[in-house]
């Protein structure tokens, strides 16, 4: 019999999800229409709800919609001893390399106040540094900001990276761990937010860390909105701390109408959509470790729960 | 005695270009102040003109401070028998790919459309295609262009260039001659224009080869205004033909105040700074050339008007 794969799909792709699993040998079905629930082999998931998982007795793996691990953290929601596979694919990395390249290069090359300029109909050239004295800093080194960090500093910029545990990347200079968060903000001029959301990681856009930061830097947030603190952004923001700041997530999402981020003249907001899975690139990372788990390999992307991601 | 080097700066920058060659052995005049005319050697120039550098008997060499040689075209401009080096740099190379990253990204990305959002404070995911389904076109693969199409090459999108002659480049289809300019042209969602300014690629951009594009494409000028007819880029912008343009150089600069760009929305426009040669960076490319002078070893990057670049 058919191994069986059930979907709990992110804005409505439940369709897009069960046409990229057509020409693979696993039978996919919906969630909302389970079926026998101890024939359910496998799930794909974004936002189970706590003690949905639970009803599938005979669950093998579980696999990450997206990137994140966060919507996965809450007590009950992933049964125990069931393994969980974070999402890898290239159409979600490259997507956030673009969105992280898009808004570093905005705030280098002033194009906001050149925008004002245009609107107020005034030829002004400004004074420019190259790349490589633009000091870019990455939090967080996994696989999105690993790739992001060696898409920028092929174009030359100084990058730094701070992460749990000391990293090599070519052309990344590597800070890691709480001594040495200090001095990787102190350095940098445009800070980009690509953690997992983690006890440890919340909050990390706080008032005190963004204090540490030179007069004028940046801000770019496309890890979680639970790694900022609004109102401490936008206090920093108003005193000039914070020049800048581009902001894919929030912490609510969608954006609440009475949010002061909205109409903040230095404020940039996308609709958390930096990077999304694309289901026809995910399917292959979900047959691959289907393939390694009835081979009795060694999965690949296993998260790890107590580390966070 | 000292060879001397004579310089006519862009935009006020005379001190800064001075100061660049401190270290070199070669004597720096500012064009104001040549002193006995009979001594330059080399003359370092931006928009000379007409008959100005015949009053240099024994000049050996022109160095561009542009990358573009339309400064130096017109009659009488450059004296017979002078060589003319043109400029490269990195500074100046990274600057273009920089620009033509952002623009390309902002296009792709659906920028425009989310920043209107935000200030109708609406929140809307929009489908995202992924690079490598993105056609950008290149037009013009010179030092500029083949640095700007290897960037976005290696960021995933398919990219061609259009070109004189056939070019081979990692990752970039080559179109070349006329012949195949309505091939690269119905095939490019995002069209740069990166070429130099001569009599066969004026007003390239023009309401005939717009129209050749896909309905909703994007249109990226940071080669010479000249490139550009701006009456007929407008009216193509207005029936939808073109989707948004982002413009650095312009016919006349600064761009005037009665001109229909400055407030069209979707023109986005800049005051020709996509890339401005350094002093630093290009002092040494000057020694370079005069220093191979001197050893009677081939010039690099010496200009040919014929080709116009």
Not at 97 to 103: H, K, P, S
Request: net charge negative; charged share 20%; glycine share 8%.
């Amino acid at each position: 019999m058919q191994e069986v794969l059930l979907i709990k799909a992110d804005l409505e792709r439940t369709d897009e999800w069960v046409a990229a699993f057509a020409d693979f040998d696993v039978e996919v079905r919906d969630w909302n229409s389970p079926g026998n629930a101890e024939q359910i082999d496998y799930a794909l998931v974004w936002q189970p709800e706590a003690g949905a998982l639970a009803r599938f007795p005979n669950l093998k793996l579980i696999f990450s919609i997206g990137a994140g691990l966060d919507h996965l953290m809450g007590d009950n929601i992933v049964p125990p001893n069931v393994s969980v596979i974070r999402m890898v694919e290239r159409v979600l990395t490259a997507g956030m390399t673009e969105y992280v390249l898009y808004n570093v290069l905005r705030f280098h090359r002033f194009m906001p106040q050149y925008e004002a300029d245009q609107r107020n109909q005034v030829w002004n050239e400004r004074f420019q540094i190259p790349a490589w004295e633009r000091r870019v800093g990455i939090l967080g080194l996994g696989v999105l900001g690993g790739a992001a960090a060696a898409a920028l500093a092929a174009l030359g910029f100084a990058v730094a990276g701070w992460s749990r545990s000391e990293k090599t990347l070519p052309g990344v200079v590597s800070y890691y761990g709480k001594p040495q968060l200090a001095q990787f903000l102190a350095r940098t001029e445009i800070l980009v937010c690509l953690l997992p959301l983690t006890e440890h990681t919340e909050n990390i856009l706080n008032a005190d860390h963004l204090s540490q930061l030179p007069k004028g830097a940046f801000v770019i947030n496309a890890g979680r909105g639970g790694h900022c603190n609004e109102d401490e952004l936008l206090a920093a923001l108003e005193r000039g701390q914070i020049a800048g700041a581009a902001l894919d997530v929030f912490r609510e999402e969608p954006l609440r109408q009475s949010s002061r981020l909205w109409t903040h003249p230095h404020v940039y907001i996308t609709p958390h959509i930096a990077s999304m899975t694309a289901p026809a690139a995910s399917a292959q990372h979900v047959i691959d470790n289907i393939t390694r788990l009835r081979a009795a390999q060694p999965l690949t992307h296993v998260a790890d729960f107590a580390r966070g991601y």
